[in-house]
C-alpha cells in the first residue's frame, strides 16, 4: 500500500489539482492538501500508540490546567486591581466633594463678611458724611449768627460815633436814601 501512496504523489495528476476525475468523489479543494500527509485512521492501531496518545492527553491536560490557574491569577490580580482603583475613585471622589463643600463654605463666609465690612462702612461712611453736613451746617449757621453779631456791633459802633460827633441817625438815614 506504501507504493501505491507514492506512486500517486509522483503521478502528475495529483499535483494537478484542476483535473478531476469522474466519479472520484473528490473535489479540487479536497486535492489541495498536501500529499505528503499520511492518512489517519479512525480506529486506533495498537496498544502502544493508545498509551502514548494517553500520556500527551495528560499532559496537555496539565498544561491547559497550569494556562486556566495563570489565567484565573491574572483575572484575580486585575480584578483586585480594579477594586482597588475604585476604592481609590471614591476616596477622591470623597475627598472633591468635601473639598468643594469647604471651597463652598470659604467663599460664602468670605461673602458675607465683605457683606458685613461692606455694610459697616457703609454705615460708617454715611454716618461720617451726615456728621459732616451737621457740622458744615452748624458751621454755617454759626457764621451767620457771628455775621449779624458782628454787624449789630458795627451798627452799635456807628451809633456810638454818631452821638459823639452829635450826627443824627436820621439824617444819615436820609442821605442814604438820595
Not at 9 to 26: F, K
Not at 94 to 123: C, G, S, V
Request: glycine share 4%; aromatic share 6%; net charge positive.
Amino acid at each position: 500500500m506504501e507504493n501505491d501512496t507514492t506512486n500517486v504523489e509522483n503521478s502528475s495528476s495529483a499535483a494537478n489539482t484542476n483535473v478531476v476525475w469522474n466519479g472520484s468523489g473528490y473535489t479540487p479543494a479536497m486535492l489541495k492538501q498536501p500529499p505528503n500527509k499520511a492518512l489517519r485512521c479512525s480506529q486506533p492501531t495498537g496498544i502502544g500508540k493508545k498509551g502514548r496518545n494517553f500520556d500527551t492527553y495528560r499532559e496537555n491536560v496539565e498544561k491547559k490546567k497550569d494556562i486556566l490557574n495563570l489565567q484565573e491569577q491574572h483575572f484575580k490580580e486585575v480584578k483586585g486591581a480594579q477594586e482597588a482603583e475604585k476604592e481609590s475613585l471614591k476616596t477622591r471622589t470623597a475627598q472633591d466633594k468635601e473639598l468643594h463643600t469647604l471651597r463652598l463654605e470659604n467663599e460664602k463666609e468670605q461673602h458675607m463678611l465683605f457683606t458685613e465690612e461692606f455694610t459697616t462702612r457703609t454705615k460708617r461712611e454715611t454716618a461720617v458724611f451726615q456728621a459732616d453736613i451737621q457740622s458744615r451746617f452748624v458751621k454755617q449757621r454759626r457764621d451767620g449768627e457771628l455775621f449779624e453779631l458782628e454787624k449789630k456791633k458795627l451798627n452799635l459802633e456807628i451809633q456810638l460815633l454818631n452821638k459823639k460827633l452829635g450826627v443824627n441817625s436820621e439824617e444819615l438815614n436820609n442821605n442814604k436814601k438820595d
